[in-house]
């Protein structure tokens, strides 16, 4: 069974930086094309950042480009967010997910990946 744990969460003030960490087991992860999603209460997940297996290609929501960067460390099973200049509306539950894939492609959307992480909390405070 596929594990992926979020950490590095928390309260930060308006204009401060987060890392979040997913580490991944039970799975070759540089054969997992990784994405990241939010969810504020009463809201939908959303797409955030997604990375390829590689590493090479990355994509963006466009509420976070320029501020939040996906990267992952495929000998450490372990991908990241960096987040900078944080904003009260990034406040949300952020999960990671992992899709196996055979193409150097990432993902954006929600459906195509098959397993998540349990969700780190991010909150912002103005």
């Known amino acids: 069974q596929v594990q992926l744990v979020e950490s590095g969460g928390g309260l930060v003030q308006a204009g401060g930086s987060l890392r979040l960490s997913c580490a991944a087991s039970?799975?070759?992860?540089?054969?997992?094309?990784m994405g990241w999603f939010r969810q504020a209460p009463g809201k939908e997940r959303e797409f955030v950042a997604a990375?390829?297996?590689?590493?090479?290609?990355?994509n963006y929501g466009d509420s976070v480009k320029g501020r939040f960067t996906i990267s992952r460390d495929n000998a450490k099973s372990t991908g990241y967010l960096q987040m900078n200049s944080l904003k009260p509306q990034d406040t949300a539950v952020y999960y990671c997910?992992?899709?196996?894939?055979?193409?150097?492609?990432?993902?954006?959307?929600?459906?195509?990946?098959?397993?998540w992480g349990q969700g780190t909390q991010v909150t912002v405070s103005s």
């Open positions: 039970r799975l070759t992860f540089s054969n997992f094309a």
């Open positions: 997910a992992a899709r196996p894939t055979s193409t150097d492609y990432y993902y954006k959307q929600l459906s195509w990946y098959d397993y």
């Open positions: 990375i390829s297996r590689s590493g090479d290609n990355t």
